[in-house]
């Protein structure tokens, strides 16, 4: 298995553009989470899926933000307008069921930066 | 909630030395925890975890974890540190009563000093 897969890798956009992230967790993984990072904050649950349905969604930090999983095998993160506070780390991560003896797997990120 | 502490935002040991990195825990219920490790540019790998049973658990890379339910913690250990061990180390917790959320600490990065 090629494990979670994110992309872009990097982005570069300027500020008030739309930003669009994607990911592609493993195979049948029921769970897909999305995190973000950054220095101040560390680490941060924004959304997570459970068989393509939004669970929690408390973690999203404004309306800018949206997610989707339109099916098992994709998820976007969209920002709309983005903010150069948005620059982050932004991590997709998938689990084959309940967290329980599990954990998660974690993609590579996508760094992105808004200026 | 659930939250976890984890002492220490950077910890520098030498080549050889004993790796010794903090994790405490809040939680009314016995928790379910983990230890991820983050290389530079790169996403969280599972380190370990203790789910139920043995209270000393073994991971990956020679580091082992021992959760001590009477002092809420759940460090992590590694006898002998390598060069490789460089990188950010991140203690997690499943969230309360819910088995489907982990909550994690704001980690500690690990440096190795020759």
């Known amino acids: 298995d090629a494990g979670v897969i994110q992309s872009p890798r990097h982005e570069v956009t300027e500020m008030g553009q739309e930003v669009t992230l994607r990911c592609k967790p493993i195979s049948g993984h029921d769970y897909l989470f999305w995190y973000r990072q950054t220095m101040m904050r560390g680490l941060e649950l924004l959304i997570y899926f459970n068989n393509n349905v939004p669970i929690d969604d408390s973690g999203m930090p404004e309306d800018r933000f949206s997610a989707k999983m339109p099916n098992a095998s994709f998820s976007t993160l969209k920002i709309q307008p983005s903010e150069p506070r948005d620059s982050a780390v932004y991590f997709c991560?998938?689990?084959?069921?309940?967290?329980?003896?599990?954990?998660?797997?974690f993609g590579s990120g996508t760094r992105l930066t808004v200026v | 909630a659930q939250s976890v502490t984890q002492l220490g935002s950077h910890v520098s040991v030498s080549e050889g030395a004993l790796v010794l990195l903090r994790c405490n825990y809040s939680s009314s219920v016995p928790p379910y925890l983990f230890w991820y490790v983050q290389y530079p540019n790169q996403g969280l790998q599972l380190l370990l975890k203790y789910t139920t049973g043995a209270t000393l658990v073994k991971g990956i890379n020679g580091f082992e974890a021992e959760f001590k339910k009477s002092e809420t913690s759940f460090h992590l250990t590694k006898p002998s540190a390598h060069m490789s061990d460089a990188a950010e180390y991140f203690c997690?917790?499943?969230?309360?009563?819910?088995?489907?959320?982990?909550?994690f600490g704001k980690g500690t990065r690990l440096h190795i000093l020759p």
């Open positions: 991560a998938s689990s084959p069921g309940q967290g329980i003896g599990y954990g998660y797997t």
């Open positions: 997690a917790a499943l969230q309360g009563n819910r088995d489907d959320k982990i909550i």
